[in-house]
Structure formats: structure tokens, C-alpha cells
């Protein structure tokens, strides 16, 4: 076992120099005007490129910028991007607890309502729960995540005001300023708790619901489609059936038996839902004005903020090798099965 | 992106056991049929079909390019359904039936265009690397993990940025962040039929490689393509709205309903008045995307209910 | 078939937490019409600020928590004129009249105000006045404002020269600008009439020990080059700010996108009656007009296609046809780079592309200039909202005169012209070749679409499309020459004739260099005019400039916009100054 995560581990150098050179090698594509374009905001700046160019060394060739970019992240330092107007890391610091805020509420909302729906879909199948559900689902999944996300916005906070954009509202958000706030996690949710506000816990968790309602509607529909195919598949299995047959009711047989079995793929899935989560919310930050990574990410790849991309894409690599790392070890460990060498 | 890949979650190399039964046409007719779900797949996905084909014919093309839709001035407030614009108009004046119509054949050439290019790269790199193994796979392997260490849509926008904004990159951009996910799968269904009976008795006799892959493998490991590709090809229109939504996609303008979308959605918020003036911007493209995202999951939900080779073997 | 029990009890949880989640979001909030948050105010607009430096920062969403709400300058515009001058951190405005202008116009002596206090509490000595405007000169950051005080004062437009190395000394800075007892003197290199205007609008004070403590010039002759072109990120004052205005800030949440600014108790005038000041960035129109609605924010910013939107909404005022000092122009590029240029098809004049040299005939010229309909891109690109410009001169400033003639769209004159263009040729030719435009601005594009519809109308072998590039493609292009004709603004820096003649007509102006265009006369009358102080003078050296404009057509004047803000009824106190790079919180108040 040790020997297999540790070979996991040797992956994420590699996969990290290998994310971060194809970033580098698309950028060879740009004329170094067009990267020194980042830090004018007009055209009447124009004169000034060559001096720019010259400043931040854009001329010079493709792997010699790589290397020294390489350097300055083996001395910790990722950079300074133009779009978030802070150094890389700071920027991720800053905006990744928000990410992960959002994502870790919409998980959970997504796990439930998809673990739920889908072993009700196979255990009724083909009646009409399971169409209801299923439909339920799809729909979810082929609505573009910003026009529902726009309806909900539209409804619920243009018409009824009840859940704003954004992450607080301006009382809170002054309160999070002053010494008062402790900020332990960066979550706000938790934070709240934490320092005892109560109030501060109700502003953060109302501006949380509609992004989270748009992420888990849209997503909800694959896990509802995997758990509800292996939970067929397993209830196929000659050990469910032989339990039925021995005259054990279904639900028995489907509580104590067949969801155990069945959720193992879920499991694996999961981790992998989480990191795909974590960068699927791009549009929902756009959209409800999310201060978190995806938002600032799309901006910095849209105005080729390079540090920042590659900052990010280095972050990104890690989280996914480790994110597949758990994955699988969950997998080996509750399986018995599986034994991976 | 949107849909995550479903890995193989069965231990390869399952005996299949002989027994009389239908013959396969019939038994996948009689189980499409028994679905209602799936005929209603079914048929949006042949309307639109059809729409597609008889484009010229629905909305006959003005401009030079008959993917721009045509406009009546330049006015930027859009205008209700009315006469000469059945379904009315976006902001500046173009016009929804037509936008609506074409769109349906930029959404199947979006579509086809990035699953045939994910395909076709797939049956290269996959079927080399599943067949062969050995370094070849190995390769292959870390350079899908490398595509896949990074987030979709941010790579998607990045390549649009540097490629410039069109159409055709924003296909290109797609089909880059598509194409490892069905490299993977190809890889993993060569690997599984590579080790049956039939092959290894086909190379025992001394047929040649490429002949066993033509012949006997790529038919037999095709299903699971036809259920990610059916699976992918709402997937592919949606991001492709959302890259038109970013500002990455088709110019202004052009024929695709992701385009008509982020054309609305400054004016999701109507009026002071009127909260649902311009209902029909959004609605217009906002359903036709639906149905066919819907329709296409539909299908290949159905599709996975009927080749899945775990449910094959059942009553 | 009978439903899990677990299932039923997870379901009526659910149910049951957005049930009481809604009803008490329904209880908390407000109702009606009562000011929110009475003593502070959120702005909505949908920029980025770059910097907070005053001496770095060069785009209005930086300039406008600088300028003047937290960083003053030695004098102001009063009220919404753009030619009087009130004193600010000077007591006087500098005239010829009182003397503090000498006779020969070279030399601007600025009385100072005594006892203002900085925002750490130092108070404001002639010292730290000279050492705010020798940093704004020699801090000269590469695309920064510098270049405004460097041109009158020291005759260059920067300190480093084309291959970078320095080419001022700091002999010369001392002798620019000196403290004089209590005042500050300002030693110009030639006459220039708009220094005053420049001086209004450009220049924050800061202190010197403040900055020397974090990191940047000490003032000291033998250090200055170390502080040239710095990186944005290497100085303190990107996001600190210690200056004498009205508000201070609190601090700049780039997660947030947000600058918080409070409001300064020990001001040198009267304390500003709003406490707190929020400007934020929201990129969706929908949210700030949604929180515009809700009482959540007094004041948003919108683009004027967004206008009709706007209108009516309950609880709010639009202020609407604010004049800007600004033009919107398409123009030529007189020699184009075809190497590797997408946009100019075959390079040939064979009806597939067009050559280098294409849009040098002044005929092609004026045949877009008449075919070009000026009237349906106002109405339609700018909903309305703008006048038809006369010329670079624009209405606002010394020297417009609407009796200038502009191009009227005419079928006809426009086919005369084009069947004289290229010696005759072009009409049986045609041509073919692309416009570029910045991506996501919808005006631009508008403006792409009509003038690809009203010259390919005209004959069908003229070949036309318009493609969206980013920002940074866009500056490519223009960069390496390769623009064929292209929409570019001009917003004033100040509000003199000046800004605007130089730009678009001067050889070495911002827009010949990209475009080519070159006419000695105007550079000739471009110099008097700047050199000349009687305004009549002025005006009438400016409206020759004009007429050269007129006759030379490098660019077509489509249009000179106006703007708008949209707010909340109980906002008071709001009053409009060209200038401005965004509102002036001082004067502000909520009931």
C-alpha cells in the first residue's frame, strides 16, 4: 500500500511540469507584444511596450522564460499576477477558501440528493419515480449552468430579494474586516461559528444558496446516473438475489446488502465530482459574483496573466494527483477486492 | 466540464456465456421501445436533425455567410415576435427563428466535429497504446494525465486567448480538453477485448495486427464510444455556450444558440416595468439547447441501458 | 412499492430547511423605502484598479478612489467648469494678473495652504509638495501618466530614452521644480497654456518621510534611478495611500474587488458628512442593477447600451447626457504592415486584398468618409446618447467650433470618390480586407457592422468583414503596424485642445505613430498653439488645425459620447465634472 501511494506521489512533479510546460509551450504562440499587452490598459500606452518588453524580459526565448520561472517556484515564489494585483500565491490563499466553501456545501448537497435519488431510481426502475428522477436529473444537466443560474438570481433576489450575490452582505462583510472577526479556516460559514456570530453564520449561508443550488442541480444528474447503474448492477448480483429469494424483503436486502456494494464506485467517483467541482464553478462565480479561484482563473487566462495561469495550474495538478490519490486508496481500502500493487 | 467520465467499474475480462436468445437487433428495438425515455430521446434528436438538414429551407440565408444571421438595422433593444421575426429578435436586431434554425446545424457540426476529432485521435493514440503497451502506454498515459490535471474550461479559455477568438477555436479548444477522456476509454476497452480468446487465437494463427484491430477489436469496444460520445454531445454544446457566454466563442452574430444566450443575458433583468420583456431572448435559444442536451442524454442514457455490456446478459 | 423511510425523513429535512431559510431571509429583510446604511456609500462600477499610486496610476477606475477623494492636487476645477481654477492645496490660483505667473509664462510660483495634515498625521510642508511632483516626474513608469508634467517641464516625454537608458538629470529636476519659503515653484522649459490645466488635475501629494520609511525615494539626488520604472508591485504606495483628502483608505480587497475608504476627521476643510466609501467591481450588469434595486448600492455604472434597462426603476435618478471630454474615431492606417497580416487578404490590389499603401489615397478616404452613416451608429452604438463630432476638437474645449464641416454620408459622393480612387482602378477592382475590433465592445462592433454594410452596398465586389480580438491582440496589431482601419477613443487627460491636437495630428502623436499619418503644418501650428496664452489666439490656431483634419481625414469623427450614472433617490449632493475620472465623494450625501 505504501509503495503504491508512494509511487502516486512521484507522479505529481511530473504531472506539475507537465501541466505547466504545455501552459508555457500554448504561450509560445503569443508575440512577447501581445504578453507585454498585460500591463497597458489603453492604447495610448503603446509607446510604452518596448520599454515593457525589456522590463520583464518578454524577448527572450520560450524556455529560457520557463526556467526562470521554474526557479523562482523552487524558491517558493510564484509570481506576481497583473489581474488579481497581488502575488500568485496570495491571490490562490485568497481566493481558494471561497472556491471551497462553495464547493464543499454544493457536495454535499450533491452526494445526498444524488445518493438518494439514484438508489430510488434502480430499486423502483422503470416506474414512474424512476422516470420523474431521472428526467429531474437531466434536465438538470442540460440547462447551461448560467442561464439557470441567471433565472434563480432573477427570481430570487430581483424579485422576492430574499438570496443576494455575492458572499455577504455589507454589514457582514464590514464585520469580517474589523479585529473583531477571528478568520480561522477561511470559510465563512464555519468562521462564524467559530467567533460565536450567529447572525454572520445566517448572512454567509443565505448568499450561499442560490450558487449552491445551481452547481447541485446542474451536477446532481451524474451521480444520480452512476448510482443508480450500479445499484442496479448490483442488485443483479447473485448474492441479492439469492438473498431474496430466501424470502428476505427488498428493502432489507437493498439497506444491509446491495447500497454498501454499490456506493464503492460511488465513492471512487466522488473524490473525483470534488475536484471537478472545484474547477466547474467558474460560470457559478461569474454568475453570482463569487469572489473565488474560478472566477479570477477564466480572467487571468482571458487577459494571459501568465503567472497566474500557470500558478494555477500548478495548484490545480497537485489537488487533482492527490484528490485521485485518495480516490483510489478509499477504493483499495473498502473494497477488499481490490488490492492494488 | 460538465459531465464526469464513467470509469470501468467492472473487473475486465467477464466470460460471456452462450445462450439462446433473440437476435441482438431485436432485443435492442424491444428494450429501446419498452423506455419511453428513450423515444422521446429519440425523437428530438431526429427533429433536430431535421431542422438541421432543411435549414436553407426554413430560414433562407441573406448574407454572404449563411451562418450570420441576418439583421434589420442596428437598434440594440431587442424586439418581441412580430411580423418578419416570428420569434423576435436579440439585441441588435437579430433575428431568433433564424438564429434558432441554424443554430441546430452549428450545434451538430460543433458536436460531431469535436467527437470526430476525439474519436479519430482516440482510435490512434488509444488503440496504440492499449495494444501495444509497454512504453508506448506509458506515454500516452502520462501525457492524458497531464491534460486532464487541468480544469476544462480555464484550458479551453486559454487556448481561445491565445489562438483568437472563432469559432473554429473554440472547437479546437474543446476537442484538445475532450480528447483525453476518450483516449482513456478506448485504451481501457482494447485492453480488455485485447486479452480474449478470439484475438489471442487470431494472433496465434498470424493475422496481421492492423487487420485484428480493423476486424475484431474496434467493433467490439465501440459501445462504450457511442455512449460517452452520445453522453458528450450535449456536453460539448453547453461549453461551447459557455465559452460564447465568456466572450470566447463564435463571433456576435453568428448562427449558435450558445451565442443567442449570452447575447440575452443582459437582458434577463427586463425593464424597470416589466421584469419578463425580453422573456423570448433567453427562452428561444435557452430551450432549444435544453432539448437538445436533453435529447442527447436521453439517447445515450438508453444507449448505455442497451450496450452496456454488465446488463447484456440479463432477461 | 413503498418510499424508504430514510428517504422520507431526508426529504422533509430538506424541505423543511429551505422552508425556514426563506421565510426568515422574508423577515430579515426590510422593508420599503428608508435610507440603508446612511453614512455609507457603495458604487458599483465594472473596471479594475491597477494601482492606487497617483504617480503610476493612469486609467479612471485607479483615478478615481486617487483623485480627488484621497490625494489633492495644488489646485482644482471649480465646481463642474472645466477653465476655472479654484485653490486647493495651494492658496492661490497662479495668473498674470497676481503675478504668481511670471511675464514670459515660463515660471508658476503655488502659495501653500499651512497647516493641512496629512492622513498619518505630518503635516504638509513645501518639502513634501516637491518631493510629490519630482516623484511623479522621475518615478516615470513605463505606460504611466509621467510623461503630462515631463513634456512642459523637462521637454522630453520620458526620462529614459528609445533604448532605455536614462536621459534626465536630476540638475534638471531641481531646477524644474523647488520649494520658494512657503511656496512651490514650477520652471517650465518653454510656454505651454495648459499647464494650469494639468496642474488641476494631475499631481497628489504625499509625504516625503512617509514614502522614504517604506521603501522608495528619499528625495536625494544620488538615489532617484534606482526608483525609475518601477515594477507596480515594488512600491508601498501601490496600496497604501497617505494623502490630505477627504477620506483615507481603509483598504484595497483585491478578492473582493473593492477599495473601502473612510472618512478623514482631521480634513483641512470641513470633514466629508459620509463615513464610509465602498467602490466596487461587479462585471454582471444584472447584480448591480439588482443591488441598485435593493437599496444595496447608491450608485452604478453602466455602458450606454445598457441604458434602457436603467430607466424607471423605481427609487432611482438617472443622470443622464453627461458630457464627456472624449472622442470615438475610426481610423486609417496610411502604411500597412503586410507581413503575416490576416486582415489584408491577397497584400495585391487585385479585388482579393488590399496593399500597403492602400488607404494613403486620399480618395479611398474620403469614399469611406461619405459612405460611413454617422447618424445610425450614434443612434444605434450610443442609443442616442452623444453629438456628431467636428473634428479632434471636441465640444468642451477652447477652440471648437461647430461651423468646422464634417463628412455627411452620401451615397453618391462616396461612389464619385471611390471611382477616382487608385487612379480609377479600385471601382472595377474592388478590394477585400478585415477591421479588427476590441471583443465585448458592443459599440465597436455596431460600428464594424454598419460600416461593412454601407460600403460593400455600394458595390459588390467591395469586400469587408470585421473580426473581435482581445486587448492584447489589438495592441499587437496597432504595435507592429498591421491595423487596416480600426476604432480607437480618446479621453482627455485634461481638458485643453492640446490633449486632443496632439494625439490625433502631431508626427510623433499617439495615433500617427500607429497610423502613419504625417503633415509638418499641423506639428508647426500644433507648437505655436501650445506656446501661445491669449485663448482667442488659441482658439483660432486650433480651428486651423481643424480644418487640416478636415481636409487630410485620417480618421473618421464618429462620435463624441455622453454618459450617465444611475442612483438611488436619497443620494444628494452629486454634482458632474467632465474630469472627473469618477464621483467626488466629499460633496456626498445620503437622506
Known sequence: MSRFIARRLLLLPFVALGVTALIFSLLQLLTPAMRASLYITDPKQLNALPDIIRKYHLDQPVYVQYWEWLRQVLHGDLGWSETAREPVLTAIRGYFPATFELALYSFACILVLGIWLGTLSAVQKDKIVDHLSRSTSISGASLPTFVWGLVLLMVFYGHFGWFPPGRLGLDADLFVRSPQFHPYTGLLTIDALLNGQWWLLWDALRHLVLPVATLTYFITATLVRITRSSMLETLRADYVRTAEAKGLPRDVVVDKHARRNALIPVITLAGLLFVGLLSGVVITETVFNWPGIGRWGVTASQQLDIPAVTGFALIFAGMLVLGNLCADVLYAVVDPRIRLQ | ?315 | MRMRPWSIRTAAAFTAAIVSLSLGALVARGAGEPVKNPDTFVELQFGDVTSLDPDLAYDIYSAEPIWPNVYETLIIYSGSSLDKFSPMLATEVPSLQNGLISKDGMTYTFPLRQGVRFHDGSVMTPDDVVYSFRRFLLQDQAGGPAWLLLSPLLGVDSTRDKQGKIQVTFDQVQRAVYAQGNSVVFHLKRPFAPFLTIMAAWGGVMPRKWAAAHNDWDGGAATWQKYNNPKTEDRYQFDHMNGTGPFMLEQWDRQNKEVILVRNDHYWRQPARLRRVIIRSVTELAARRLQLQQGDADLIVASLNEQSQLRGLPNTVMQTKLPQIAVQTLQFNFKINTDGNPDVGSGKLDGQGIPSDFFADIHVRRGFAYAFDYAQNLSSAYAGQGILPHGPIVQGLLGYDPSVPTYATSRDKAIAEFKEAQGGKLWDTGFKFTVPYTAGNTARQVGATILRDDVQALNPKFQLSFRPVPASALNEILFSHKGTMYFLGWFADYPDPHDFAQPFLSANGYFPVRGGYNNPEADRLIDQAVATADPAKRAAIYKQLSMIAYNDLPYLFLVQPTTYYTMRSWVHGWYYNPIFPGQYYYTLYKQ
Not at chain 2, 419498452?34 to 423515444?39: A, D, E, I, K
Open chain 2, 1 to 315: 466540464m460538465s459531465a464526469v467520465r464513467v470509469p470501468s467499474l467492472v473487473a475486465p475480462g467477464a466470460p460471456t456465456v452462450p445462450r439462446v436468445q433473440p437476435s441482438a437487433w431485436q432485443r435492442t428495438v424491444r428494450r429501446f421501445r419498452r423506455n419511453p425515455l428513450s423515444v422521446l430521446g429519440l425523437c428530438i434528436i431526429v427533429f433536430f436533425v431535421a431542422v438541421a438538414l432543411l435549414a436553407p429551407l426554413l430560414a433562407h440565408p441573406i448574407e454572404r455567410n449563411p451562418y450570420m444571421i441576418p439583421h434589420q438595422g442596428y437598434a440594440s433593444d431587442p424586439r418581441p415576435p412580430g411580423p418578419g421575426h416570428p420569434l423576435g429578435t436579440t439585441e441588435e436586431q437579430f433575428d431568433l427563428y433564424y438564429g434558432a434554425v441554424w443554430g441546430a446545424r452549428s450545434a451538430f457540426v460543433v458536436a460531431l466535429t469535436v467527437v470526430g476529432a476525439g474519436i479519430a485521435v482516440a482510435l490512434t493514440l488509444g488503440s496504440l497504446s492499449g495494444y501495444y503497451g509497454g512504453w508506448i502506454d506509458e506515454v500516452v498515459m502520462r501525457v492524458t494525465d497531464i491534460f486532464l490535471a487541468f480544469p476544462g474550461l480555464i484550458l479551453a479559455v486559454v487556448i481561445v486567448a491565445v489562438l483568437g477568438q472563432s469559432a473554429r477555436n473554440a472547437m479546437i479548444a474543446i476537442a484538445v480538453v475532450a480528447w483525453p477522456t476518450y483516449t482513456r476509454l478506448l485504451r481501457a476497452e482494447f485492453l480488455r477485448v485485447r486479452d480474449m480468446e478470439y484475438v489471442q487465437a487470431a494472433r496465434a494463427m498470424g493475422v496481421r495486427d492492423v487487420f485484428i484491430i480493423i476486424r475484431h477489436v474496434i467493433p467490439n469496444t465501440i459501445y462504450p464510444i457511442i455512449i460517452l460520445a452520445s453522453l458528450d454531445m450535449g456536453g460539448i454544446v453547453i461549453n461551447f455556450a459557455a465559452l460564447s457566454f465568456l466572450g470566447l466563442g463564435a463571433p456576435p452574430g453568428y448562427a449558435d444558440w450558445g451565442q443567442l444566450i449570452s447575447l440575452s443575458h443582459n437582458w434577463i433583468l427586463g425593464t424597470a416595468g416589466d421584469p419578463f420583456q425580453y422573456w423570448y431572448t433567453l427562452l428561444v435559444p435557452g430551450v432549444a439547447i435544453f432539448l437538445f442536451v436533453l435529447g442527447w442524454n436521453l439517447l445515450g442514457d438508453a444507449f448505455q441501458d442497451i450496450f452496456d455490456p454488465r446488463q447484456r446478459g440479463s432477461v
